[in-house]
Nanobody, 115 residues
């Protein structure tokens, strides 16, 4: 069973930065892809960014130029660097991995952007 544990969320002022971490129980090199999703208050859970096994990343338009997904293969950890945060970035951020044609989710970490 794949386990994903997110950390790094918190309260930050607009314009600030946070780095989220997703630590996996296994080698992330074996995952088909990984990504970050968020669920804003009162809204559905939507994709923010994904990275495939070859390192190609996808970002939703609203975070392009501000968010960066990266991987540390030695630590089996995926990161989401979030800069220039806006109130609309507020939500619960979930790490997702696809392995052996199955999806696995972390427990989520709360990000609140407020002045």
């Amino acid at each position: 069973q794949v386990q994903l544990v997110e950390s790094g969320g918190g309260l930050v002022q607009p314009g600030g930065s946070l780095r989220l971490s997703c630590a996996a129980s296994g080698s992330i090199a074996s995952f088909n892809f990984m990504g970050w999703y968020r669920q804003a208050p009162g809204k559905q859970r939507d994709v923010v960014t994904t990275v495939n096994g070859g390192g190609a990343a996808y970002y939703v338009d609203s975070v392009k130029g501000r968010f960066t997904i990266s991987r540390d293969m030695a630590k089996n950890t995926v990161y989401l660097q979030m800069n220039s945060l806006k109130p609309e970035d507020t939500g619960v951020y979930y790490c997702k991995a696809n392995w052996n044609r199955r999806d696995y989710w972390g427990q989520g970490t709360q990000v609140t952007v407020s002045s």
